[in-house]
């Protein structure tokens, strides 16, 4: 076999497998194996010097040796390469050392092929399992480089913040699922549970009147009401243990005290807003659990 | 029958003045909610509390004045207490400068208040 058959040999091989990736396996998986055999494939093409004499007359009886337990070839995927028992199948016709080793070849062809093998780190053993593991792995690593790319491809939304506004968005943006534990305020409450009642009433009317202020003194750019407002909103959110906008309100006072940004102060009464109403939920949720 | 001891409490935080004032209640004082300084005023221009417990961020009247204004003003002795929060360390000091009896920071424990209130009274 000379060069250029095995290029088109690679060429069937790779055919089978994309046929095969999509019967078998996820769009990612079979993605990977592609990926993975491109690599291989240029690989090859880097090692075979491109002026190589065309190798025509090759003695008959020649046989490549290669370990072949189970006489069959796999293609190692990125994630097999981490875990050696997470080899992918090929299908039979597709053998990869079946091919060279029916192939006359030279012995100058075969320490060609034999450095590829080589340096390609091709398992001669076959494995019909695909463990799971690694297939879950190949779905995280497929969403990860989904993510990556969606990061990528995505404009930065916060290119025209601050690196702390950034990262008090990612924080924000993390609070979705919030729990709350009445527990110790009932406890406060020596028990009573119309008295916990009524102070969730006043709770919910303290912040709805406190978005309502921060509106109206923000529009007026009244840093020191804000910040009164933002100061006297703190304790009924500690004492109810809502920490995410606890976070927000003391952010506001800071923020209305020392930097005076506006366009800041809009964003963090943005995120009250938008976080409010899952608070509201979670407390209605920890009293229903209470009861 | 002992007579329930008078505590006036100034908080404008009407969450936090529901709590305290439910569980001061329970541990036997008669409460007065005054919800702003000018409130205050007016409770101490007809009646003088046992104690005060009061915080220090008020509208129209803040608790060092409020301190200044009992121990200048009308110049009573009765003991006030502070309601902090957490960073406002200078605003303590002054207060303490003026005649305030103790401070209790941020976010309120109602039990450590009533001992605290308990203490202050029986100074008395």
């Known amino acids: 076999m000379n060069s250029k058959n095995l290029l088109a040999r690679l060429d069937d091989l790779e055919n089978a497998l994309h046929e095969f990736s999509y019967q078998k396996l996820t769009a990612a998986e079979a993605q990977e194996l592609k990926d993975s055999l491109t690599s291989f494939r240029r690989h090859i093409e880097s090692k075979i010097p491109k002026e190589a004499p065309e190798l025509t007359e090759v003695p008959e009886k020649t046989v490549l040796k290669v370990n072949e337990e189970n006489n069959a070839a796999v293609v190692k995927s990125p994630e097999a390469a981490v875990r050696p028992e997470a080899v992918t199948p090929l299908p039979d016709s597709s053998r990869f050392s079946e091919y060279v080793k029916d192939s006359p070849l030279s012995k100058e062809q075969l320490d060609y092929i034999n450095s590829i093998l080589a340096a390609s780190d091709i398992p001669t053993r076959i494995s019909n399992d695909f463990p799971q593991p690694s297939k879950r792995k190949l779905e995280k690593n497929s969403e990860k480089r989904n993510h990556n790319n969606s990061i990528k491809s995505k404009p930065m939304e916060s290119a025209n913040k601050t690196t702390s506004e950034a990262v008090e968005h990612s924080k924000m943006s993390k609070s979705k699922a919030v729990e709350i534990d009445l527990g110790p305020v009932l406890e406060e409450c020596l028990g009573k549970k119309e008295l916990l009642e009524e102070l969730i009433r006043l709770y919910k009317q303290n912040a709805l009147e406190f978005i309502g202020q921060l509106k109206i003194h923000i529009q007026n750019i009244d840093f020191e009401s804000i910040r009164f407002a933002a100061h006297k909103i703190k304790s009924g959110l500690r004492m109810m243990d809502t920490q995410e906008l606890l976070t927000i309100a003391e952010q506001i006072e800071t923020a209305s005290k020392t930097d005076q940004d506006l366009k800041h102060l809009e964003f963090l009464f943005a995120c009250f807003v938008k976080e409010y109403p899952i608070v509201e939920r979670a407390i209605d949720a920890a009293f229903k659990e209470l009861s | ?124």
């Open chain 2, 1 to 124: 029958m002992t007579e329930k001891k008078q505590l006036l409490l100034a908080e404008d935080d009407e969450l936090l003045a529901s709590l305290l004032n439910y569980r001061l209640e329970k541990g036997g004082y008669e409460v007065h909610l005054a919800q702003d300084g000018k409130e205050v005023k007016e409770f101490l221009k007809r009646s003088i509390p046992d104690i005060i417990v009061s915080d220090i961020m008020m509208p129209y009247f803040s608790g060092i004045e409020l301190v200044d204004y009992v121990r200048n003003d009308l110049e009573l002795k009765i003991p006030v207490i502070i309601i902090s929060s957490a960073g406002n360390e200078e605003n303590v000091l002054s207060a303490f400068e003026l005649g305030a009896n103790d401070f209790i920071s941020k976010p309120v424990s109602p039990s450590e208040l009533l001992v605290r209130v308990g203490r202050e009274l029986s100074k008395m």
